[in-house]
T-cell receptor, first 116, second 110 residues
């Protein structure tokens, strides 16, 4: 059974702290993604990665960075957390295949981050 | 630019049929997904269309017209547990990256 796990379901941090959100997938997927989800704004892509040590900016990368040292792990880093980064963060992974449903994304359970 | 439009909210009655529409304008097209997301949970896969026509899967069906940039998700015999957000997402030219609509919040009432 496919599985994407995230390090925490709930996290509370203070303004200015450095925050690490971890995501691990066990499906040997090449592609991994970080989104944030806010009411009325839907899912917004922060960063994604097509391969180890590779990263690309999504639609809202400001204030975030990522790391992919191993194929199964993709980390999202908030260098200096701010209150406007309070949100639900979702990680996803997908495989690049030639068969049907290529690129179907499998999501982790999400991390609800509150920055006070 | 790239844009996916779907209604923000819909309400339907238990046992009824509801159709959720999605229109898209994207740079290229390589498939369209529908996901279901219950409150506080992760999105889960519902359907995938890459060719024109209807894909049926139990109570759920999804339709695609590539020439019109249009899809719909049809839910039959609605149940209370179908109350959720339904997300339309398109794969454009940038392989692997899904472009999501804002989601349609469906409320099923007794």
């Amino acid at each position: 059974d496919v599985k994407v796990t995230q390090s925490s379901r709930y996290l509370v941090k203070r303004t200015g702290e450095k925050v690490f959100l971890e995501c691990v997938q066990d499906m040997d997927h090449e592609n991994m993604f970080w989104y944030r989800q806010d009411p009325g704004l839907g899912l917004r892509l922060i960063y994604f990665s097509y391969d180890v040590k590779m990263k690309e900016k999504g639609d809202i990368p400001e204030g975030y960075s990522v790391s992919r040292e191993k194929k199964e792990r993709f980390s999202l880093i908030l260098e200096s957390a701010s209150t406007n980064q309070t949100s639900m963060y979702l990680c996803a992974s997908s495989s690049t295949t030639s068969s049907g449903r290529s690129y179907e994304q499998y999501f982790g359970p999400g991390t609800r981050l509150t920055v006070t | 630019g790239q844009n996916i439009d779907q209604p923000t909210e819909m309400t339907a009655t238990e046992g009824a049929i509801v159709q959720i529409n999605c229109t898209y304008q994207t740079s290229g097209f390589n498939g369209l997904f529908w996901y279901q997301q219950h409150a506080g949970e992760a999105p889960t896969f519902l359907s995938y269309n890459v060719l024109d026509g209807l894909e049926e899967k139990g109570r759920f069906s999804s339709f695609l017209s590539r020439s019109k940039g249009y899809s719909y998700l049809l839910l039959k015999e609605l149940q209370m547990k179908d109350s959720a957000s339904y997300l339309c997402a398109v794969i454009g030219n940038q392989g692997g990256k899904l472009i999501f609509g804002q989601g349609t919040e469906l409320s099923v009432k007794p």
